[in-house]
């Protein structure tokens, strides 16, 4: 049972426009949301976060926005680069777990042209 | 220097064969991870370590078992490896906390034939 959704495979987005990555959970115990990124041949790297208590978290040029009564979360870029062409993961978790685990989607692979 | 690292990075086994991956850090976290990644599959979680002592199974342990030779090592193996264990092999870290950033490694590219 697929707890963290990506719907879109992938994204093709023209340089210097905005990129958004989708994302639902099904879990409303879910508390803390996360975006990894992953270029082939390395593993997941951080990118941003998101605690339930807020609604966006802003870094650079990704922004975060999370809408708790739709259980859906969205990574904004803008402007997007070529180097930003990668696979990204949606992930949450449920920080008053002991574990932490991190639950994934299945990835959107975004493509930023010239 | 890579914080994590994981051996080999790629290989190629036959049906039955017993593999092992591992996997060494230099963060000094205590929890470590395994996961694997299928095609068009999220990360799913295999097994996970909080301390050398304390070893956990995940959501797909089944025809897997790991060793936690030390706070830095971390080595997952199959016993007789399937073609449906063919998938990419994520080892992660993270410090004491849950809250903390999971931290990962390159990865290994496994076939079974």
Known sequence: DQQVKQNSPSLSVQEGRISILNCDYTNSMFDYFLWYKKYPAEGPTFLISISSIKDKNEDGRFTVFLNKSAKHLSLHIVPSQPGDSAVYFCAAQRRGSTLGRLYFGRGTQLTVWP | ?113
């Not at chain 2, 996997?23 to 799913?44: A, E, I």
């Not at chain 2, 050398?52 to 959501?59: A, T």
């Not at chain 2, 399937?82 to 809250?99: K, R, V």
Request: glycine residues 8%.
């Open chain 2, 1 to 113: 220097d890579a914080d994590v690292t994981q051996t080999p990075r790629n290989r190629i086994t036959k049906t039955g064969k017993r593999i092992m991956l591992e996997c060494s850090q230099t963060k000094g976290h205590d929890r470590m991870y395994w996961y694997r990644q299928d095609p068009g599959l999220g990360l799913r979680l295999i097994y996970y370590s909080f301390d050398v002592k304390d070893i956990n199974k995940g959501e797909i342990s089944d025809g897997y078992s790991v060793s936690r030779q030390a706070q830095a090592k971390f080595s997952l193996s199959l016993e007789s490896a399937i073609p449906n264990q063919t998938a990419l092999y994520f080892c992660a870290t993270q410090s004491g906390f849950s809250t903390d950033t999971q931290y990962f490694g390159p990865g290994t590219r496994l076939t079974v034939l």
